[in-house]
Protein backbone atom coordinates (compact mmCIF):
# COMPACT_ATOMS: atom_id res chain seq x y z
CA UNK A 1 0.00 0.00 0.00
CA UNK A 2 0.75 3.51 -0.88
CA UNK A 3 0.92 7.11 0.71
CA UNK A 4 -2.16 8.78 -0.96
CA UNK A 5 -0.83 11.70 -3.58
CA UNK A 6 -3.40 14.09 -4.89
CA UNK A 7 -5.00 11.47 -7.10
CA UNK A 8 -5.99 9.57 -4.36
CA UNK A 9 -7.17 11.97 -2.22
CA UNK A 10 -9.33 13.16 -5.40
CA UNK A 11 -10.57 9.52 -5.78
CA UNK A 12 -12.00 9.70 -2.11
CA UNK A 13 -13.51 13.34 -1.98
CA UNK A 14 -15.24 11.83 -5.36
CA UNK A 15 -16.43 8.72 -4.00
CA UNK A 16 -17.80 10.71 -1.16
CA UNK A 17 -19.74 12.74 -3.12
CA UNK A 18 -21.35 10.20 -5.34
CA UNK A 19 -22.39 8.51 -1.83
CA UNK A 20 -23.09 11.35 -0.46
CA UNK A 21 -24.85 12.39 -3.62
CA UNK A 22 -27.59 9.31 -3.44
CA UNK A 23 -29.68 9.72 -0.61
CA UNK A 24 -31.11 12.81 -2.33
CA UNK A 25 -31.58 10.82 -5.56
CA UNK A 26 -32.94 7.90 -3.69
CA UNK A 27 -35.82 10.51 -2.05
CA UNK A 28 -37.12 12.13 -5.48
CA UNK A 29 -36.93 7.93 -7.11
CA UNK A 30 -39.20 7.58 -4.83
CA UNK A 31 -41.42 9.98 -6.01
CA UNK A 32 -41.91 7.53 -8.82
CA UNK A 33 -41.37 4.05 -7.76
CA UNK A 34 -42.22 2.43 -4.88
CA UNK A 35 -39.48 0.69 -2.80
CA UNK A 36 -39.18 -2.88 -3.67
CA UNK A 37 -39.31 -1.87 -7.38
CA UNK A 38 -36.70 0.76 -6.99
CA UNK A 39 -34.01 -1.35 -5.16
CA UNK A 40 -35.14 -4.03 -8.01
CA UNK A 41 -33.94 -1.62 -10.82
CA UNK A 42 -31.25 0.38 -9.16
CA UNK A 43 -29.22 -3.53 -8.53
CA UNK A 44 -29.64 -4.47 -11.93
CA UNK A 45 -28.24 -1.14 -13.67
CA UNK A 46 -25.39 -1.68 -10.90
CA UNK A 47 -25.24 -5.34 -12.21
CA UNK A 48 -24.43 -4.26 -15.77
CA UNK A 49 -20.51 -2.64 -14.96
CA UNK A 50 -19.97 -5.20 -12.69
CA UNK A 51 -20.76 -8.17 -15.33
CA UNK A 52 -18.67 -6.12 -17.65
CA UNK A 53 -15.58 -6.35 -15.35
CA UNK A 54 -15.87 -9.32 -14.72
CA UNK A 55 -15.91 -10.37 -18.16
CA UNK A 56 -13.05 -8.26 -19.13
CA UNK A 57 -10.82 -9.23 -15.77
CA UNK A 58 -11.36 -13.07 -16.87
CA UNK A 59 -13.06 -13.46 -13.73
CA UNK A 60 -15.12 -16.75 -12.68
CA UNK A 61 -18.91 -15.55 -11.16
CA UNK A 62 -19.50 -17.76 -8.25
CA UNK A 63 -23.30 -17.10 -7.82
CA UNK A 64 -24.50 -20.43 -8.15
CA UNK A 65 -21.59 -22.18 -7.24
CA UNK A 66 -21.36 -24.80 -4.24
CA UNK A 67 -20.81 -21.78 -2.28
CA UNK A 68 -24.39 -20.51 -3.37
CA UNK A 69 -26.43 -20.26 -0.51
CA UNK A 70 -23.67 -17.52 1.17
CA UNK A 71 -23.56 -15.36 -2.02
CA UNK A 72 -27.38 -15.38 -1.46
CA UNK A 73 -27.90 -14.84 1.93
CA UNK A 74 -25.43 -11.73 1.56
CA UNK A 75 -27.12 -10.68 -1.47
CA UNK A 76 -29.88 -10.54 1.03
CA UNK A 77 -28.74 -8.72 3.90
CA UNK A 78 -25.91 -6.61 2.38
CA UNK A 79 -28.11 -5.69 -0.77
CA UNK A 80 -31.66 -6.29 -1.18
CA UNK A 81 -32.88 -5.67 2.52
CA UNK A 82 -31.09 -2.40 3.44
CA UNK A 83 -31.91 -1.07 -0.15
CA UNK A 84 -35.89 -1.60 0.47
CA UNK A 85 -35.47 -0.10 3.64
CA UNK A 86 -33.22 2.84 3.01
CA UNK A 87 -35.62 3.85 -0.14
CA UNK A 88 -38.62 3.54 2.71
CA UNK A 89 -37.06 5.50 5.07
CA UNK A 90 -35.24 8.32 3.00
CA UNK A 91 -39.25 8.62 1.39
CA UNK A 92 -40.55 9.90 4.57
CA UNK A 93 -37.41 12.36 6.08
CA UNK A 94 -34.26 14.81 4.78
CA UNK A 95 -31.99 13.15 2.20
CA UNK A 96 -29.21 14.66 4.31
CA UNK A 97 -31.03 12.80 7.84
CA UNK A 98 -30.66 9.71 5.64
CA UNK A 99 -26.86 10.40 4.75
CA UNK A 100 -26.35 11.03 8.62
CA UNK A 101 -27.60 8.19 10.06
CA UNK A 102 -26.01 6.02 7.33
CA UNK A 103 -22.70 7.44 8.00
CA UNK A 104 -22.94 5.37 11.72
CA UNK A 105 -23.18 1.79 10.30
CA UNK A 106 -19.16 1.51 11.22
CA UNK A 107 -20.75 2.52 14.84
CA UNK A 108 -23.47 -0.21 14.43
CA UNK A 109 -20.75 -2.56 12.86
CA UNK A 110 -18.39 -2.70 15.84
CA UNK A 111 -21.45 -3.75 18.03
CA UNK A 112 -22.20 -6.64 16.30
CA UNK A 113 -18.53 -7.34 15.77
CA UNK A 114 -17.81 -7.76 19.39
CA UNK A 115 -20.77 -10.57 20.04
CA UNK A 116 -19.88 -12.02 16.17
CA UNK A 117 -16.07 -12.55 15.46
CA UNK A 118 -13.07 -12.84 17.61
CA UNK A 119 -10.65 -10.32 16.73
CA UNK A 120 -13.14 -7.41 16.82
CA UNK A 121 -14.27 -6.55 20.45
CA UNK A 122 -14.61 -3.21 22.30
CA UNK A 123 -12.08 -1.69 24.05
CA UNK A 124 -13.06 1.40 26.30
CA UNK A 125 -11.82 4.14 23.93
CA UNK A 126 -14.06 2.17 21.22
CA UNK A 127 -16.73 2.11 23.45
CA UNK A 128 -16.43 5.49 23.96
CA UNK A 129 -16.38 6.60 20.63
CA UNK A 130 -19.45 3.99 19.58
CA UNK A 131 -21.28 6.11 22.74
CA UNK A 132 -20.66 8.92 21.57
CA UNK A 133 -21.15 8.57 18.07
CA UNK A 134 -25.09 7.19 19.45
CA UNK A 135 -25.06 10.03 21.50
CA UNK A 136 -25.70 12.38 18.98
CA UNK A 137 -28.18 10.41 16.64
CA UNK A 138 -30.26 10.11 20.05
CA UNK A 139 -29.85 14.40 19.52
CA UNK A 140 -31.32 14.04 16.24
CA UNK A 141 -34.48 12.84 17.89
CA UNK A 142 -34.70 15.81 19.88
CA UNK A 143 -35.28 17.65 17.05
CA UNK A 144 -38.32 18.55 16.11
CA UNK A 145 -38.30 20.05 13.05
CA UNK A 146 -36.04 16.91 11.54
CA UNK A 147 -37.61 14.26 13.15
CA UNK A 148 -41.33 14.04 14.58
CA UNK A 149 -44.21 12.09 15.67
CA UNK A 150 -45.13 11.86 12.38
CA UNK A 151 -41.69 10.66 10.71
CA UNK A 152 -39.72 9.30 13.41
CA UNK A 153 -40.42 5.43 12.52
CA UNK A 154 -38.81 6.07 8.97
CA UNK A 155 -35.91 7.43 10.49
CA UNK A 156 -35.88 4.14 12.60
CA UNK A 157 -36.37 2.48 9.68
CA UNK A 158 -33.46 4.02 7.75
CA UNK A 159 -30.97 2.62 10.72
CA UNK A 160 -32.28 -0.99 10.13
CA UNK A 161 -31.55 -0.75 6.68
CA UNK A 162 -28.21 0.57 7.99
CA UNK A 163 -27.67 -2.30 10.43
CA UNK A 164 -28.60 -4.93 7.63
CA UNK A 165 -25.49 -3.83 5.52
CA UNK A 166 -23.75 -4.27 8.93
CA UNK A 167 -24.81 -7.68 9.16
CA UNK A 168 -23.89 -8.58 6.04
CA UNK A 169 -20.87 -7.32 6.15
CA UNK A 170 -19.82 -9.83 8.76
CA UNK A 171 -21.54 -12.27 6.74
CA UNK A 172 -19.14 -11.51 3.87
CA UNK A 173 -16.38 -12.52 6.18
CA UNK A 174 -16.99 -16.04 5.05
CA UNK A 175 -15.83 -15.27 1.72
CA UNK A 176 -12.90 -13.48 2.38
CA UNK A 177 -10.89 -15.61 0.38
CA UNK A 178 -12.91 -15.06 -2.71
CA UNK A 179 -12.11 -12.12 -4.78
CA UNK A 180 -14.04 -8.73 -4.30
CA UNK A 181 -15.09 -8.70 -8.06
CA UNK A 182 -16.84 -12.06 -7.61
CA UNK A 183 -18.16 -11.30 -4.35
CA UNK A 184 -19.74 -8.27 -5.42
CA UNK A 185 -20.96 -8.96 -8.52
CA UNK A 186 -22.56 -12.89 -7.16
CA UNK A 187 -24.09 -11.07 -4.18
CA UNK A 188 -25.82 -8.84 -6.83
CA UNK A 189 -27.35 -10.89 -8.92
CA UNK A 190 -28.64 -12.68 -6.15
CA UNK A 191 -30.39 -9.76 -4.66
CA UNK A 192 -31.88 -9.45 -7.77
CA UNK A 193 -33.33 -12.93 -7.47
CA UNK A 194 -34.90 -11.94 -4.29
CA UNK A 195 -36.55 -8.28 -5.11
CA UNK A 196 -37.75 -9.49 -8.49
CA UNK A 197 -41.14 -11.66 -7.32
CA UNK A 198 -41.77 -9.26 -4.86
CA UNK A 199 -41.59 -6.46 -6.71
CA UNK A 200 -43.90 -7.97 -9.54
CA UNK A 201 -46.17 -9.12 -6.85
CA UNK A 202 -46.34 -6.81 -4.17
CA UNK A 203 -46.07 -3.24 -6.24
CA UNK A 204 -47.22 -4.19 -9.88
CA UNK A 205 -44.28 -1.97 -11.81
CA UNK A 206 -45.95 -2.18 -14.76
CA UNK A 207 -48.99 -0.05 -13.75
CA UNK A 208 -46.79 2.96 -12.25
CA UNK A 209 -46.09 6.18 -14.87
CA UNK A 210 -42.58 7.41 -13.34
CA UNK A 211 -41.03 10.97 -13.98
CA UNK A 212 -37.89 11.33 -16.54
CA UNK A 213 -36.91 13.23 -13.08
CA UNK A 214 -37.21 9.78 -10.88
CA UNK A 215 -35.96 7.60 -13.62
CA UNK A 216 -32.66 9.80 -14.25
CA UNK A 217 -32.24 9.28 -10.42
CA UNK A 218 -32.64 5.68 -10.30
CA UNK A 219 -30.21 5.63 -13.58
CA UNK A 220 -27.49 7.00 -11.71
CA UNK A 221 -28.65 5.13 -8.18
CA UNK A 222 -27.16 2.06 -10.22
CA UNK A 223 -24.59 3.11 -12.73
CA UNK A 224 -22.78 6.11 -10.74
CA UNK A 225 -23.73 5.52 -6.72
CA UNK A 226 -23.29 1.43 -7.20
CA UNK A 227 -21.62 0.05 -10.34
CA UNK A 228 -18.70 2.97 -10.85
CA UNK A 229 -19.12 3.80 -6.73
CA UNK A 230 -17.73 0.04 -6.05
CA UNK A 231 -15.34 0.26 -8.77
CA UNK A 232 -13.70 3.79 -6.98
CA UNK A 233 -13.93 2.12 -3.76
CA UNK A 234 -12.08 -1.51 -4.82
CA UNK A 235 -9.24 1.25 -6.59
CA UNK A 236 -8.42 2.87 -3.51
CA UNK A 237 -8.57 -0.07 -1.02
CA UNK A 238 -6.28 -2.17 -3.27
CA UNK A 239 -3.54 1.11 -4.00
CA UNK A 240 -3.92 3.03 -0.59
CA UNK A 241 -6.01 0.01 1.54
CA UNK A 242 -8.55 -0.10 4.17
CA UNK A 243 -7.82 2.12 6.66
CA UNK A 244 -7.57 4.92 3.97
CA UNK A 245 -10.75 4.04 2.42
CA UNK A 246 -12.95 4.39 5.38
CA UNK A 247 -11.88 7.60 5.68
CA UNK A 248 -15.16 8.21 3.10
CA UNK A 249 -17.28 7.96 6.32
CA UNK A 250 -16.12 11.64 7.29
CA UNK A 251 -17.21 13.01 4.42
CA UNK A 252 -20.33 11.65 3.04
CA UNK A 253 -22.82 13.42 5.73
CA UNK A 254 -21.17 16.90 4.95
CA UNK A 255 -22.18 16.29 0.99
CA UNK A 256 -25.36 14.67 1.89
CA UNK A 257 -26.46 17.85 4.02
CA UNK A 258 -24.93 20.26 1.70
CA UNK A 259 -26.89 18.55 -1.48
CA UNK A 260 -29.92 18.20 1.14
CA UNK A 261 -29.80 22.34 1.07
CA UNK A 262 -28.49 23.31 -1.98
CA UNK A 263 -30.55 21.07 -4.31
CA UNK A 264 -33.72 19.93 -1.99
CA UNK A 265 -34.52 22.86 -0.32
CA UNK A 266 -34.39 20.88 3.08
CA UNK A 267 -34.06 22.97 6.68
CA UNK A 268 -31.16 22.37 8.41
CA UNK A 269 -31.26 23.24 12.26
CA UNK A 270 -28.16 23.99 14.28
CA UNK A 271 -29.08 20.77 16.50
CA UNK A 272 -28.21 19.06 12.86
CA UNK A 273 -25.40 20.33 12.52
CA UNK A 274 -24.27 19.56 16.31
CA UNK A 275 -25.45 16.33 15.85
CA UNK A 276 -23.26 15.74 12.67
CA UNK A 277 -20.23 16.74 14.88
CA UNK A 278 -20.77 14.68 17.71
CA UNK A 279 -21.30 11.17 15.37
CA UNK A 280 -18.01 12.11 13.92
CA UNK A 281 -16.05 12.87 16.84
CA UNK A 282 -17.39 9.45 18.29
CA UNK A 283 -16.63 8.17 14.52
CA UNK A 284 -13.17 9.44 14.78
CA UNK A 285 -12.58 8.09 18.40
CA UNK A 286 -13.36 4.72 17.51
CA UNK A 287 -11.33 4.45 14.38
CA UNK A 288 -8.30 5.97 15.82
CA UNK A 289 -8.46 3.39 18.22
CA UNK A 290 -9.63 0.21 16.05
CA UNK A 291 -7.17 -1.77 16.40
CA UNK A 292 -8.97 -5.11 14.92
CA UNK A 293 -7.84 -6.68 11.45
CA UNK A 294 -10.77 -5.44 8.95
CA UNK A 295 -10.37 -7.55 5.88
CA UNK A 296 -12.44 -8.19 3.08
CA UNK A 297 -15.12 -5.42 4.55
CA UNK A 298 -18.18 -5.65 1.35
CA UNK A 299 -20.89 -2.66 1.13
CA UNK A 300 -22.84 -1.68 -2.08
CA UNK A 301 -24.14 2.46 -1.14
Same mark, same amino acid.
Given at each position: MREANTFDLSLLI /? !????????????? $?ATY??????LALVRVIFASI????????SGIKIEAFSKNWSWYALIGLCNIAIPFVLIA??????????AAILMSTTPLSGSILAHFFTKDEKLSFLKSLGVLIGF???? /? !????????????? $????????GSTFYCIGGLLTLKLKNKKNENVTTSTTLWSVIFLLPFSLILETPWESSPTLAS???????????????????FRILTINGLVFQTQVAYLIPIFGIIF??????????WKVIVSLVVILIGIYI????????KKNEHRVN
Open positions: /L !LAIIWGSSFFNIK $ISYDPITPLLILCKIIGTAKINSYLSGII /L !LFFDKVIINSENY $IYALITILTLSLLYLGVIATGLAWLIRGYYLMDEIITFKKNNKGK
